[in-house]
C-alpha cells in the first residue's frame, strides 16, 4: 500500500468512525445510555466519544488489512468485521494502524490519546476495554436495523448520506 493509499484508507475509516455514532443516535435513548455508560466509567462524553470514532477507524482498518482490501474496497467489507476487530484485536494491534500523520487534527488528538491509553494501561486500559465493547454494540444494533441480511461499511455510507451531513 503507498502512502496515499494508506492516507485514502485512513480518511474512509475515518469517515467511517464519525457516521457510527449520529446513525446509532436515531433513537436518542442510545445517546443518554452511552452518555451515562461513559460518564460511569470516568471518561468525559466528548472524549470518550471521539475514542470511538477513532476505535472504529481503527477497527475498520485492522479488518480491511485482514481482508486484504483497498480503501476503494472498503465499502464491501461486513460491518460484523469491523465489530469482531472492535473486540478481538488487542489495543497494540489496532495502533498499528495509526498513520504518522493526519490531514484532521481531531483526528491527531484523539489518535494521541489512544496510543496515550494503550501506553498507560491501569485504568486506561479498562477504558480502551469498555469503548471497544460500546463500539461493538453500536455496529451490532446498525447491522441489526439494516433491511438486508449482512450489511457492509459502504451499506453504513449510504445510510449516513442519507440521513444528511455529518461532523
Known amino acids: 500500500m503507498t502512502t496515499s493509499d494508506g492516507d485514502m484508507m485512513w480518511r474512509r475509516c475515518a469517515h467511517l468512525g464519525r457516521v457510527l455514532l449520529p ?3 436515531q433513537e ?6 452511552r452518555h451515562e455508560n461513559l460518564r460511569a466509567w470516568g471518561i468525559d462524553v466528548t472524549v470518550g466519544e471521539r475514542l470511538i470514532e477513532i476505535f472504529a477507524a481503527l477497527a475498520a482498518r485492522a479488518a480491511a488489512a485482514d481482508a486484504s482490501l483497498s480503501a476503494v474496497e472498503l465499502g464491501s467489507l461486513p460491518v460484523s468485521a469491523v465489530a469482531d476487530a472492535a473486540t478481538g484485536k488487542r489495543d497494540i494491534e489496532l495502533r498499528t494502524g495509526l498513520p504518522d500523520v493526519f490531514s484532521d487534527s481531531r483526528d491527531a488528538q484523539a489518535a494521541r490519546l489512544f496510543r496515550l491509553c494503550t501506553y498507560r494501561g491501569g485504568q486506561t486500559s479498562r477504558w480502551l476495554f ?4 460500546e463500539l461493538h454494540h453500536v455496529l451490532v444494533t446498525l447491522a441489526s436495523r439494516s433491511p438486508i441480511p449482512f450489511p457492509t461499511c459502504g451499506d453504513i455510507f449510504r445510510r449516513a448520506a442519507e440521513t444528511g451531513p455529518q461532523q
Not at 469498555?130 to 465493547?133: A, E, G, R
Open 23 to 25: 446513525l446509532v443516535d
Open 130 to 133: 469498555q469503548l471497544s465493547t
Open 28 to 33: 436518542p435513548w442510545r445517546q443518554v445510555r
